[in-house]
């Protein structure tokens, strides 16, 4: 089974300078090599569809890949818990090389005259996860005593009083009238 993102580039690299653009319309993780996350955390769906649009540059010694690669995600808002589903738009621009170094990790390697676009999919979209993502940006969160959602309804709880602050409740401040005079 041949994989959607392994690209023959054995032209590209005779042919120097030349150029190719590809549209990729591929699931995230076909075979399933990447272990699902845990429920709190943002994640990709292995059978969600990638999108990229790409150009392919050969340049003496490799090829240069840029684009844009996009994939839905799904997570948890961090201050609500409700689940919420969004959208990678990634800016990539990456090298490939024939002869990898392994000081140089900032190039994917050329295999057999193919390239195999799936390592930098995956890197761009991974890299571009949330972390913390929000169902809106004016999210209120739950109530932290009764866990009310915020965003739905509204509660009347208040934060329970420190016993050590208590002195500070009472404490009340004199305004005092001060006489202005004037020095001539």
Known sequence: MSSPYLVPVAQLL????????????????????????????????SE?????????????GGLRVRGRVQAPWHGICRRCSTPILGMSDVAVNERFVNDHA????????IENDFVDLAPLVHDAIFLDL???????????????????????????????????????DELRFIDFQVDESKEV
Not at 18 to 42: C, K, M, N, Q
Not at 147 to 162: A, F, K, M, T, W
């Open 48 to 60: 969600a569809t990638v999108n990229a649009e790409l150009r392919v540059e050969s340049f003496s």
């Open 14 to 45: 005779r042919d120097v300078p030349s150029l190719i653009t590809l549209t990729l319309e591929a699931p995230f993780d076909e075979p399933h090599e990447f272990v699902a996350r845990g429920y709190a955390e943002t994640d990709v769906f």
């Open 130 to 168: 949330p972390l913390a993502p929000l169902c809106r940006e004016d999210c209120l969160g739950l109530c932290p005593y009764c866990g009310v959602d915020r965003n739905d309804e509204s509660c009347d709880c208040q934060s329970p009083l420190d016993p050590r602050w208590a002195t500070l």
């Open 102 to 109: 392994p000081e140089d990790d900032e190039a994917y390697e």
